[in-house]
């Protein structure tokens, strides 16, 4: 069906629905541009998002890099990252393939239907123009009908007048057929403007608007058709993107999925893992022996004065039974000595694993020298062999720097390792000790040759109390006591806080008090001066009785 035969008479039908038509467009291409800036704005904030949550430099030697869980959100903000470039691309292909090819056919499409109905309205006025020319012949033949009838009656009137002359009748008579004669001429004139008027509103009605009305039917059909297209492309614009979204949705489940709980525990413990034992239990301290050897001295009146004491006594100390606390600020060694025994272990292999890797790259360098240097002594046109020799040189330096240093480290590394085994069997010594060391007897006491109860050798002594680790701020004072056996030190020790004494790597000290349980070992010099040392940190050797 056609617009030319079923809508000849709604011209202006016709008129409003193309114009609605081409608004239909204008709307829906503010509709894309809209949806384009929400989903420009919408990626932009959530790269800022990615942004403003990721790390300003990743790299593998980052602690928190050692989390599966840390590595897992990394790979989502990376992921989110990509699905923001393909909104960024949906943005883009909407711009480029929708808003701007619609905005260009919609200026073609104006143009169109302006032309259309301009041809429509000149069509209409070489019709009305017929109509006119139709309309003054047919006047004129009526103006000169009327005007011969006239004529004819005064002719008849003056033949029939007594009074009148021959003249006056042949007068009449003359300007009767002079009327009848313009009459002919008007009549022929109005037949002829009749059949071209009739001719002409055929051809504009059958014809001419006919061909303007299809005309502007195929233009609106196609119209529709690129608005069609249009509609789909807007879907297809997505569509496309979908499977790398879906790719990215995929990888942020993946990264989900990679997360490793007992792993990320398992690089907690390789990373902080200190080597230390934990502190033993604490022993009983039977204050009532103190009584009891008081009232036996008085009893016999062996008790004249007051016991001796030595001038030299333990200053006050903090007893470290909880390794929680705050720390003192450690100074760094180039060995890692400040560290303890596990972690110094880690971080020289680590060391010497950096150094290999640098070695081989300065390796690698001095060969494609040495190669260079080769090609410029056959070929001296491609360049001077001596010009090569300083950075051959350099390179064998660093070369030689390099193995000493890895060299240096792996002795340190086996100095270490030494002294973990060393640590060890000296802990598994001194675990069979206490095994075979006597336990307290039914009345909650103290066996008499217990060695937990050391006295002086004055009898008027008495026992020695050992200092109560109940908790990390408790202060002690005790009397000089008689050592029970000797310590060792494994590691050189500074002994920075109150009631410690530094220690060489080496180094035989009295052993005075053992380690009750709070990581801490009483030791005392050759010259007298007595403190703590870290138990872990010397190998201890009791005295027989």
């Given at each position: 069906m056609e617009w030319g035969s079923e809508l000849w008479d709604q011209y202006d039908i016709i008129d409003r629905q193309t114009q609605w038509g081409i608004d239909l467009i204008e709307k829906y291409v503010k509709f894309v541009k809209d949806r384009t800036e929400i989903e420009q704005s919408y990626a932009k904030q959530l790269r800022t998002l990615v942004k403003k949550y990721s790390p300003k430099r990743v790299s593998k030697e980052d602690h928190e890099m050692k989390f599966s869980q840390y590595q897992a959100f990394i790979n989502i903000l990376n992921e989110l990252n990509d699905y923001a470039g393909q909104r960024e691309i949906i943005a883009e292909n909407l711009m480029q393939n929708i808003?701007?090819?619609?905005?260009?056919?919609?200026?073609?499409?104006?143009?169109?239907?302006?032309?259309?109905?301009l041809e429509g309205r000149k069509a209409q006025q070489n019709l009305?123009?017929?109509?006119?020319?139709?309309?003054?012949?047919?006047?004129?033949?009526?103006?000169?009908?009327?005007?011969?009838?006239?004529?004819?009656?005064?002719?008849?009137?003056?033949?029939?007048?007594?009074?009148?002359?021959?003249?006056?009748?042949?007068?009449?008579?003359?300007?009767?057929?002079?009327?009848?004669?313009?009459?002919?001429?008007?009549?022929?004139?109005?037949?002829s403007q009749l059949q071209k008027y009739n001719k002409d509103q055929n051809q504009f009605y059958f014809v001419e608007m006919p061909h303007v009305f299809n005309k502007l039917q195929e233009m609106d059909e196609k119209r529709i058709q690129k608005l069609c297209e249009a509609y789909k492309m807007f879907a297809d614009t997505e569509r496309?993107?979908?499977?790398?979204?879906?790719?990215?949705?995929?990888?942020?489940?993946?990264?989900?999925?990679?997360?490793?709980?007992?792993?990320?525990?398992?690089?907690?413990?390789?990373?902080?893992?200190?080597?230390?034992?934990?502190?033993?239990?604490?022993?009983?301290?039977?204050?009532?022996?103190?009584?009891n050897r008081t009232s036996s001295e008085n009893s016999i009146g062996s008790l004249k004065s007051e016991p001796k004491t030595d001038q030299r006594t333990i200053g006050k100390s903090k007893t470290k039974r909880w390794p929680f606390g705050k720390k003192n600020?450690?100074?760094?060694?180039?060995?890692?000595?400040?560290?303890?025994?596990?972690?110094?272990?880690?971080?020289?292999?680590?060391?010497?694993?950096?150094?290999?890797?640098?070695?081989?790259?300065?390796?690698?360098?001095?060969?494609?020298?040495?190669?260079?240097?080769?090609?410029?002594?056959?070929?001296?046109?491609?360049?001077?062999?001596?010009?090569?020799?300083?950075?051959?040189?350099?390179?064998?330096?660093?070369?030689?720097?390099?193995?000493?240093?890895?060299?240096?480290?792996?002795?340190?590394?086996?100095?270490?390792?030494?002294?973990?085994?060393?640590?060890?069997?000296?802990?598994?010594?001194?675990?069979?000790?206490?095994?075979?060391?006597?336990?307290?007897?039914?009345?909650?006491s103290h066996d008499k040759e217990s060695p937990d109860t050391t006295y002086s050798d004055d009898s008027g002594q008495e026992p020695l109390v050992q200092p109560s680790p109940v908790s990390e701020f408790d202060d002690f004072e005790d009397d000089l006591a008689h050592p029970i056996g000797s310590s060792t030190a494994l590691y050189p020790f500074d002994g920075n806080s109150e009631g410690t004494i530094p220690m060489a790597e080496g180094e035989v000290l009295q052993l005075i008090e053992e380690d009750k349980g709070d990581g801490w070992t009483?030791?005392?010099?050759?010259?007298?001066?007595?403190?703590?040392?870290?138990?872990?940190?010397?190998?201890?050797?009791?005295?027989?009785?």
């Amino acid at each position: 069906m056609e617009w030319g035969s079923e809508l000849w008479d709604q011209y202006d039908i016709i008129d409003r629905q193309t114009q609605w038509g081409i608004d239909l467009i204008e709307k829906y291409v503010k509709f894309v541009k809209d949806r384009t800036e929400i989903e420009q704005s919408y990626a932009k904030q959530l790269r800022t998002l990615v942004k403003k949550y990721s790390p300003k430099r990743v790299s593998k030697e980052d602690h928190e890099m050692k989390f599966s869980q840390y590595q897992a959100f990394i790979n989502i903000l990376n992921e989110l990252n990509d699905y923001a470039g393909q909104r960024e691309i949906i943005a883009e292909n909407l711009m480029q393939n929708i808003f701007a090819q619609l905005l260009k056919y919609l200026h073609e499409n104006k143009q169109e239907r302006k032309m259309h109905l301009l041809e429509g309205r000149k069509a209409q006025q070489n019709l009305e123009t017929s109509f006119k020319q139709l309309d003054n012949a047919k006047r004129r033949f009526e103006r000169d009908c009327k005007e011969a009838e006239k004529a004819m009656q005064n002719a008849e009137k003056a033949d029939h007048d007594i009074n009148a002359t021959k003249a006056d009748v042949e007068k009449a008579k003359q300007q009767a057929n002079l009327r009848n004669h313009m009459v002919e001429e008007s009549k022929n004139e109005y037949a002829s403007q009749l059949q071209k008027y009739n001719k002409d509103q055929n051809q504009f009605y059958f014809v001419e608007m006919p061909h303007v009305f299809n005309k502007l039917q195929e233009m609106d059909e196609k119209r529709i058709q690129k608005l069609c297209e249009a509609y789909k492309m807007f879907a297809d614009t997505e569509r496309q993107v979908m499977p790398i979204i879906g790719k990215c949705l995929d990888g942020m489940t993946k990264a989900a999925e990679s997360v490793n709980e007992s792993g990320d525990s398992q690089v907690l413990i390789e990373a902080h893992k200190s080597g230390f034992e934990r502190p033993g239990e604490l022993e009983f301290e039977d204050y009532s022996q103190m009584i009891n050897r008081t009232s036996s001295e008085n009893s016999i009146g062996s008790l004249k004065s007051e016991p001796k004491t030595d001038q030299r006594t333990i200053g006050k100390s903090k007893t470290k039974r909880w390794p929680f606390g705050k720390k003192n600020k450690l100074i760094v060694s180039e060995d890692f000595s400040h560290l303890p025994p596990e972690q110094r272990r880690k971080k020289l292999q680590q060391k010497i694993e950096d150094l290999n890797k640098e070695l081989q790259k300065q390796v690698d360098q001095s060969e494609a020298l040495d190669k260079m240097k080769d090609v410029y002594q056959r070929n001296p046109q491609m360049g001077d062999p001596n010009s090569l020799e300083p950075r051959i040189m350099e390179t064998n330096q660093q070369i030689e720097r390099l193995r000493n240093e890895i060299q240096k480290y792996e002795m340190w590394l086996a100095d270490a390792e030494a002294k973990l085994v060393s640590r060890n069997d000296s802990f598994v010594q001194y675990t069979a000790h206490c095994e075979r060391s006597p336990s307290l007897n039914n009345n909650g006491s103290h066996d008499k040759e217990s060695p937990d109860t050391t006295y002086s050798d004055d009898s008027g002594q008495e026992p020695l109390v050992q200092p109560s680790p109940v908790s990390e701020f408790d202060d002690f004072e005790d009397d000089l006591a008689h050592p029970i056996g000797s310590s060792t030190a494994l590691y050189p020790f500074d002994g920075n806080s109150e009631g410690t004494i530094p220690m060489a790597e080496g180094e035989v000290l009295q052993l005075i008090e053992e380690d009750k349980g709070d990581g801490w070992t009483r030791v005392r010099r050759s010259d007298g001066e007595e403190g703590y040392v870290p138990t872990s940190y010397v190998k201890i050797t009791l005295s027989r009785k």
